[in-house]
């Protein structure tokens, strides 16, 4: 896959930076069709870094209501990525 394609968007949440902070773990939105191997390819290359392991999950999405009409939201897939000690990504660092 394309690198741009597999990498969604960052995830930027309390318990994303605490894990940013204390393991050097960075959270990443991907495709649903992204694997780990793509994941981590897509990071090496974006961010010129050296990936030590990627944790993926896939968030189901919730089903909404209004009224009668139940819509169900799209699912969703979160990356973890673990980074060689002392490496940084900087887009995470300026925020």
């Given at each position: 896959m394309n690198p741009f394609s597999v990498?969604?968007?960052?995830?930027?949440?309390?318990k994303s930076n605490n894990l940013r902070e204390n393991t050097n773990k960075?959270?990443?939105?991907?495709?649903?069709?992204?694997?780990?191997a793509d994941v981590k390819s897509a990071v090496e290359k974006m961010f010129e870094v050296k990936v030590v392991g990627v944790a993926t999950?896939?968030?189901?999405?919730?089903?909404?209501r209004r009224g009668?009409?139940?819509?169900?939201?799209?699912?969703?897939?979160?990356?973890?990525?673990?980074?060689?000690?002392?490496?940084?990504i900087a887009l995470f660092e300026d925020l």
């Open positions: 990498l969604v968007r960052p995830l930027l949440s309390e960075y959270s990443f939105q991907v495709a649903l069709k992204a694997s780990k999950s896939v968030l189901r999405g919730k089903v909404k009668n009409n139940e819509v169900k939201m799209p699912n969703t897939k979160k990356a973890v990525v673990t980074l060689v000690e002392g490496a940084k």
